[in-house]
């Protein structure tokens, strides 16, 4: 009852004086819309520098297969072909921290477009979900391939804006026909410009086809020749009966392993197996989820015992990773100082009119004490009214806050997100700042003596 | 026992280094239910006099009986809550609340009360307390609406909304004119004896003082004399 009296007489204090309540609450407002506009333009920026930071691909896992190691010699990691395509269905499956998955089928050969020729940095046999993962969706020109070209090996590819400057002379290259090892492939769909990557590899020198495509029509390796740099590659299929055409010269760097050696170590009989598997994790605080769901899914697929060494190893991007985390943090950190300097600059304003209450109101404090009101009322009183003006001052300034950064991205085409926690923040801090700048005041009232608070001209 | 007794109060303001004595050994005492004035010149202690005797203020030494209650060395908080339940006040310059009504100007001292008074029984005894002032009208008025005279009413109402023991009214005429001064007079004096009020009205108009039965002369912090007159209701 008392505490509902208080807050009447409070609010009818303020009532009493509306021009001043508004020019105080004015303040606090905004103090804490521009906290919120901040914080939703940071917060946006920060989620535009993570999606920036996802199209360098930060969130992207590699899995590569496992090293193969015969009579004493190691391959180096990807020498035995252990990964098949059926292992990506299943991540994208049963790993709910992975949102796409891609394999990989590797081919560096000639490109070939009428007089011109041209070897790609990249040329990769992968599933239309390999956009995704690298974030390149949108094309420059033209449509990516589907998922029916990949079952049917279509013979259809995109290509990066390189190849279009190399082999076409910076023309259209859509639905014309390019040549790779004999085989006619139907340009569908040309990417957009992504440049260099960080180690300075052009990532526009890309050729993308359907990875059966590639597999079996490009590369065409055996089942039994899986190490491909222990073994002579040069086997024909007969879908690529013109291979022989364009000889490779490849020299046997390595011994042949004997029967006994070879029988040793048997390869796992995998029918189809792909180079590589890209993955990407649903977002950068998901990664190391999605290292612990991929190595599992994999493991068990693969028959590994729980002794066994993993036949594959999942790389992720540390570095860029803790790029991005950490200028996300900074530029947390810097909004969050300049909105507490401008909820502080609120606060003085409370503060100061306050004060300027308090000598104003020196007579109905001098009265109120003589009739009864002990220091701890006049307290009271004044700290709620301090503390009204910043609730009030808070939501509208909430309000405010929001539609401004609506406004901003509206107008001004920022990236801005609502971030729940700055509202809570805000309403937090400026209860906060009227407990703090409303108690100066409000104990300087309480301290008045009555007699001379009544005589106070 | 009387309602007030005030036994040798000495009463020293220290401004600095300098010692400036107002009261200097007062001995006073007061029945339940008269009507006495405190005379004297400006400077002569006893607006000092009536702080102390209002609670305001506590005495440099001697004591103070209220009620049979040695109540000099009291807390902040404890003489507010005595002053809240035993004391009225009406003030010179009437000291409403501005934008505010009369009902909330009456009502408030009851926001302080310990006891427990929902809004709708506070309404009510201030609406009847200002009826019976003929301010029935006037509830919703703010004290920028109303005359003086009316003003001075609603104060009066105000300080008599907690049933007190003692009115004590300072130069309650003061910025009234003479009709309405009279009018004043007049209605303390039928609530002195309608209600057995105390009032302890003090003034320098010997016109005004005169329409208490006693008159306690101060003069440089001492009682000069008294005068006691019947209780007649007196000339205006």
Redesign the interface.
Known sequence: ??SY??LK?AL?ALR??VMRTVLTTLGIIIGVASVITMMDIGHGSSIAIQKTMISIGANTLVILPGAISTAGINYGAGSMMTLSPQDADAIVKEAPAVEAVAPIVRARTQVVYGNRNWVPTYVYGTTPAFLQVRDWTDLNEGEAFTDHDVRNASKVCIVGQTIVDQLFTGQSPVGKVVRIRNVDFKVLGVLKKKGANLMGLDQDDILLAPWTTIKYRVVASSLTSANQSATNTSSTTAVNSLSQIYPEIQQNLYPVPTASETADAPLPIRFTTVDQILTAARSSDDIPAAIQQITMLLRDRHHLRDTAPSDFTIRDMTEITKAMSSTTELITKLLLYVAMISLVVGGIGIMNIMLVSVTERT??I????????????ILRQFLTEAIILCLLGGSIGILTGRTCSYLVSAVLHWPTAASLGAIVAAVVVSATVGVIFGFYPAWKASRLN??EA?RYE | MDLIELRNVHKTYFLGEVELPVLLGVSLNIARGEFVSLMGVSGSGKSTLM?IL?C??YPTSGEYWLEGREISRLT??EQ??L???MIG?V?QSF?L????TAL?NVR??L???RE?I??HQMNQRATELLEKFGLADRTHHQPSQLSGGQQQRVAIA??LI?NPQVLLADEPTGNLDSRTSAELLQMFQQLNRSENLTIILVTHDPGVAHHAQRIIYIRDGLIEKETTQPKSGGAV
């Open positions: 009852m008392r009296i208080t007489t009818g009493r004086n007579r109905e001098g009265l109120r004490m003589a009739v009864g009101a002990d220091p701890g009322d009555p007699i009544l | 702080n209002g305001l203020d902040a908080s507010a809550r002053r809240n339940r006040f003030f000291n609340l501005p934008r505010t909330e408030m001292p926001t302080y009360t427990n929902s809004e105000r300080s907690n």
